[in-house]
């Protein structure tokens, strides 16, 4: 198949396979590509561009894992190590109460010590001191290990989480589904399957949920489109996914660092070739303190119709990884002028998306 059919393909709101995606990924024109995912983009969203209030909640960056991607961890006792407690956490989210924010993000390190109960009552107080916020919570990776180490079964650790509080998981730890590459650049993480079973399992109790794409790394354009086959046959069978975000790996301080990073070129390619493969997931999001501010700008050409939040420096991950922001806010105001220089519109959103 040539590119034009696929192209055409795609505007009369076709499927398409993996074989024409990498088509696509390597040989169609940018502006080609920024122009079917814009058409796809607008089929679903319009001319908004989704945002929240929101903080993030790090309890601790304390990991018994070593992903050889992240700048993030620390060992126990290590210089730069953080483990707040319980009261310390409790005091970040007091300190953010009647400021408008309609969403907590919590994640963190894999602690050795603190356990499902320990992040139950965490959320459980966290409701008490925010009751109507959304609280998305713990990457599946954190999840699926401290669900495990209770001795419960993925279904029985997420209702008691749900039944605490948290409605919704981040998309983290998926990384790049590929066996190889998973062994290559985070082994002792959970598997690609256990990923996927956790999220199946939190769709099925009414947890939606997001998911990422860790790219820029040692994997190829193959391992991108199968990691976006695997989220779209899940997705066809429950739906439950709210938005996909490609994360590009940022190389500062970390066991990759010597790969360097890639180019916004292929930052842009991969958002509209994921707005195009994923087209059962409604919201691809430009993560910007990820990009940074001018190319999440940029992203909302190529096929983005969700910039993730005001954030009001709450997140170190990527300050520590070499983002440019030492410390990442957005004003709304300023989240308006972005979108409306793209030509679209800002829609404020809560963490399910429906507009406030
Ligand atoms: O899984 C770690 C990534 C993820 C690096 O669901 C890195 O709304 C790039 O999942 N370079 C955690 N990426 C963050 C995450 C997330 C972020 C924003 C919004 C949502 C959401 C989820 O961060 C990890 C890993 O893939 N990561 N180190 C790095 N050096
Ligand atoms: Fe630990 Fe997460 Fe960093 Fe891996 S990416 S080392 S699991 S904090």
């Known amino acids: 198949m040539e590119i034009d059919d696929i192209a055409s393909k795609l505007r009369d709101g076709g499927r398409i396979d993996a074989e024409e995606a990498l088509?696509?990924?390597?040989?169609?024109?940018?502006?080609?590509?920024g122009s079917l995912a814009c058409g796809a983009k607008r089929r679903v969203s319009g001319d908004k561009?989704?945002?929240?209030?929101?903080?993030?909640?790090?309890?601790?960056?304390?990991?018994?894992?070593?992903?050889?991607?992240?700048?993030?961890?620390?060992?126990?006792?290590?210089?730069?190590?953080?483990?707040?407690?319980?009261?310390e956490v409790l005091d970040i989210v007091r300190s953010r109460a009647g400021s408008g924010v309609t969403e907590v993000h919590i994640?963190?390190?894999?602690?050795?010590?603190?356990?499902?109960?320990?992040?139950?009552?965490?959320?459980?107080?966290?409701?008490?001191?925010?009751?109507?916020?959304?609280?998305?919570?713990?990457?599946a990776v954190e999840l699926s290990y401290m669900i495990r180490r209770a001795g419960l079964t993925a279904e029985e650790g997420l209702r008691l989480l749900r039944d605490?509080?948290?409605?919704?998981?981040?998309?983290?730890?998926?990384?790049?589904?590929?066996?190889?590459?998973?062994?290559?650049?985070?082994?002792?993480?959970?598997?690609?399957?256990?990923?996927?079973?956790l999220h199946r399992t939190?769709?099925?109790?009414?947890?939606?949920?997001?998911?990422?794409?860790?790219?820029?790394?040692?994997?190829?354009?193959?391992?991108?489109?199968?990691?976006?086959?695997?989220?779209?046959?899940?997705?066809?069978?429950?739906g439950g996914f709210n938005a996909f975000i490609p994360l590009k790996f940022r190389s500062r301080g970390n066991g990759l660092s010597h790969l360097g990073e890639t180019t916004i070129v292929d930052d842009m390619r991969t958002l509209a070739v994921s707005r195009l493969v994923l087209d059962n997931i409604p919201h691809i999001k430009a993560y910007w303190v990820m990009y940074g501010k001018q190319s999440a700008e940029l992203a909302l050409s190529f096929g983005a119709d969700d910039i993730d939040g005001t954030i009001d420096d709450s997140t170190k991950i990527y300050s520590m990884a070499g983002a440019e922001d030492e410390r990442p806010r957005l004003t709304v105001d300023e989240i308006r002028r972005m979108c409306s220089a793209a030509g679209l519109r800002a829609v404020e959103r809560d963490t399910h998306y429906n507009e406030i």
């Open 202 to 238: 939190a769709h099925r109790l009414d947890i939606d949920s997001n998911a990422t794409m860790l790219y820029g790394h040692i994997e190829t354009l193959e391992h991108r489109i199968d990691h976006m086959m695997r989220l779209r046959a899940l997705q066809d069978e429950t």
């Open 49 to 87: 561009v989704y945002y929240n209030r929101n903080f993030h909640v790090e309890p601790t960056n304390i990991c018994l894992f070593e992903c050889r991607f992240c700048s993030y961890r620390r060992s126990r006792g290590q210089e730069g190590a953080w483990d707040y407690s319980m009261d």
């Open 164 to 197: 605490a509080g948290m409605e919704s998981i981040p998309g983290g730890g998926a990384e790049i589904f590929d066996e190889e590459i998973r062994r290559r650049i985070c082994p002792q993480k959970c598997s690609s399957e256990e990923w996927l079973a």
């Open 107 to 139: 994640v963190g390190g894999v602690h050795p010590d603190h356990d499902l109960c320990y992040y139950a009552e965490m959320i459980r107080r966290i409701r008490e001191i925010m009751p109507g916020v959304g609280i998305k919570a713990f990457t």
């Open 23 to 33: 088509l696509l990924y390597r040989s169609a024109p940018l502006w080609l590509l």
